[in-house]
């Protein structure tokens, strides 16, 4: 059974960077498929980030790209995100997710985790 | 980018009776390359549906989904009491985006 679990910092100063890791459990990630990242800011809808293919092919969202970095440590089997830059509208629900292909349906999520940006 | 208006915003029903859950997109989605998610409070989305017809791994079989080019349906044929969540469809024929969601609750 695979499993992701978000963890990271949930409150980050305004114009700080926000970094979220994924630990993935029941698969090995270094196998294979994209590992990424959708988010949803309160009382509005799901936005893709962006994901990651062993080790270091990346896919970004066109509009957050100039301030993303999607990363992964096989040996822990964790992948991560960095969003520099953060403003308040980055506040948002955060998910890890597992896909076939760099933009595609997503067949593993993790549960999500809140990060609130304060200025 | 696709644009996918999601109707109802909320269906109110009981538990045994049938849930129709539209997605409307704003141009025609190639390949029919949507899917459909539940997501129920503290606990990961789970995917039903993709290629809008095809069930996902363990989906009951009351789950259906149907549609192509631009409007899709996920209909659920009697619902249980675990099937009450919010359901969002989210389309992979382009860069991928998702629609607002739509709650279906008890009534």
């Known amino acids: 059974q695979v499993q992701l679990q978000e963890s990271g910092p949930g409150l980050v100063k305004s114009s700080e960077t926000l970094s979220l890791t994924c630990t993935v459990s029941g698969y090995s990630i270094s196998r294979g498929y994209y590992w990424g990242w959708i988010r949803q800011p309160p009382g509005k809808g799901l936005e893709w980030i962006g994901n990651i293919y062993p080790l270091d092919s990346t896919y970004y969202n066109p509009s957050l790209k100039s301030r993303i970095a999607i990363s992964m440590d096989t040996s822990r089997n964790q992948f991560s995100l960095k969003l520099s830059s953060v403003t308040a509208a980055d506040t948002a629900m955060y998910f890890c997710t597992r896909s076939s292909s760099p933009s595609y349906f997503l067949d593993y999520w993790g549960q999500g985790t809140p990060v609130t940006v304060s200025s | 980018e696709i644009v996918l208006t999601q109707s109802p915003d909320t269906l109110s029903l009981s538990p045994g009776e049938r849930a129709t859950l539209s997605c409307t997109a704003s141009?025609?989605?190639?390949?029919?390359?949507l899917a459909w998610y539940q997501h129920k409070p503290g606990q990961a989305p789970r995917l039903l549906m993709f290629?809008?017809?095809s069930r996902a791994t363990d989906i009951p079989d009351r789950f259906s989904g149907s549609g192509s080019g631009t409007d899709f349906t996920l209909t659920i044929s009697r619902l249980e009491p675990e099937d009450f969540a919010v359901y969002y469809c989210q389309q992979y024929g382009s860069s991928p985006t998702f629609g607002q969601g739509t709650k279906v609750e008890i009534k």
């Open positions: 290629g809008a017809s």
């Open positions: 141009q025609t989605v190639s390949n029919n390359y």
